[in-house]
């Protein structure tokens, strides 16, 4: 399984960015698919999840509000709308995958990971 994620770039604070991650060479609907972030000198974190059908998410509570996570199983796509966006967002972002239908959006692993997209955020 390769998932490639994209649709990072440069804005300011207050703008809104849409990244994308796309998954091939597996079965996209057996996915619970995340995102999580890593700035520079900190540790990777959680960011949004949701459950295989979509029909559940999650998010951490510092982009509550801000972000949604969302997927469409016939593209095999997970999608992450950022919105008012703060400079502390600033940091690569990843997309990940479990493989599990488990009702609850919180992956417990990373089967997958693809690259990273690098997020700026401007003051």
């Known amino acids: 399984v390769q998932l490639q994620a994209s649709g990072g770039g440069l804005v300011q604070a207050g703008g809104s960015l849409r990244l994308s991650c796309a998954a091939s060479?597996?079965?996209?609907?057996?996915?619970?698919m995340g995102w999580f972030r890593q700035a520079p000198g900190k540790e990777r974190e959680f960011v949004a999840a949701?459950?295989?059908?979509?029909?559940?998410?999650d998010c951490a509570d510092s982009v509550k509000g801000r972000f949604t996570i969302s997927r469409d199983n016939d593209k095999n796509t997970v999608y992450l709308q950022m919105n008012s966006l703060k400079p502390e967002d600033t940091a690569v972002y990843y997309c990940a995958a479990e493989i599990s239908r488990r009702i609850v959006a919180r992956l417990v692993r990373a089967d997958y990971w693809g690259k990273g997209t690098q997020v700026t955020v401007s003051s």
């Open positions: 949701v459950t295989w059908s979509g029909g559940r998410t």
């Open positions: 060479g597996g079965t996209f609907s057996s996915y619970l």
